[in-house]
């Protein structure tokens, strides 16, 4: 029979805590169901199963409750806001890529070759802004466990590099000197 304090979708689930738990297959079981309150509301709980059955004085299943609605509420609210605010982001940003891309044309065809390499180095900036609010579209799949990470080879002085070069274009008063090994 199932417990008529359980959510109907969970019963499953809860079945399956319990099952796992008789079969001793975990030393902690940890699962996450809805529990109907006494106001008539769900709220939805983690449980915590420990198999105590072979412990001669308890001789049973311990199970922790603990009420994490709010908790789930403020992570629902919080992917809500990145993935807006992120998708917000790509209008601006698309549109100062274009602007970038027509001052390099112009500082290219007027022979401002300093210039032309800034802004190109603007627009490799602009391109990892782009990349940042794609991986903040993909939330979702962070939160859901479903991350794939990408490897891929870089190069370290490179890096270093790049980084140097973008610091000391805010600063004339002192220079950085770099001292890179192989």
Same mark, same amino acid.
């Given at each position: 029979?199932?417990?008529?304090?359980?959510?109907?979708?969970?019963? !499953? #689930?809860?079945?399956?805590?319990?099952?796992?738990?008789?079969?001793?297959?975990?030393?902690?079981?940890?699962?996450?169901?809805?529990?109907?309150?006494?106001?008539?509301?769900?709220?939805? $709980?983690?449980?915590?199963?420990?198999?105590?059955?072979?412990?001669?004085?308890?001789?049973?299943?311990?199970?922790?409750?603990?009420?994490?609605?709010?908790?789930?509420?403020?992570?629902?609210?919080?992917?809500?806001?990145?993935?807006?605010?992120?998708?917000?982001?790509?209008?601006?940003?698309?549109?100062?890529?274009?602007?970038?891309?027509?001052?390099?044309?112009?500082?290219? +065809?007027?022979?401002?070759?300093?210039?032309? +390499?800034?802004?190109?180095?603007?627009?490799?900036?602009?391109?990892?802004?782009? !990349?940042?609010?794609?991986?903040?579209?993909?939330?979702?799949?962070?939160?859901?466990?479903?991350?794939?990470?990408?490897? #891929? #080879?870089?190069?370290?002085? +490179?890096? $270093?590099?790049?980084?140097?070069? #973008?610091?000391?274009?805010?600063?004339?008063?002192?220079?950085?000197?770099?001292?890179?090994?192989?």
């Amino acid at each position: 029979d199932d417990d008529p304090l359980i959510h109907p979708d969970d019963a !499953n #689930e809860q079945r399956r805590m319990i099952s796992d738990a008789r079969a001793g297959k975990y030393s902690t079981s940890r699962f996450e169901f809805r529990l109907r309150h006494a106001d008539g509301s769900y709220r939805t $709980v983690e449980a915590a199963c420990t198999n105590m059955l072979h412990n001669s004085t308890i001789n049973g299943i311990v199970a922790n409750y603990r009420d994490i609605t709010e908790r789930k509420r403020l992570e629902e609210q919080k992917e809500q806001f990145i993935g807006i605010a992120s998708h917000e982001l790509k209008t601006p940003v698309t549109s100062i890529k274009g602007y970038t891309q027509i001052l390099h044309e112009s500082f290219v +065809e007027n022979n401002d070759a300093v210039s032309a +390499e800034m802004v190109m180095k603007m627009d490799l900036q602009i391109d990892r802004l782009t !990349n940042l609010i794609k991986d903040l579209l993909d939330i979702t799949r962070i939160s859901g466990g479903q991350m794939h990470f990408k490897e #891929e #080879e870089f190069f370290f002085n +490179e890096l $270093v590099n790049e980084i140097v070069e #973008e610091m000391q274009h805010t600063t004339k008063r002192h220079k950085i000197i770099l001292q890179l090994a192989e």
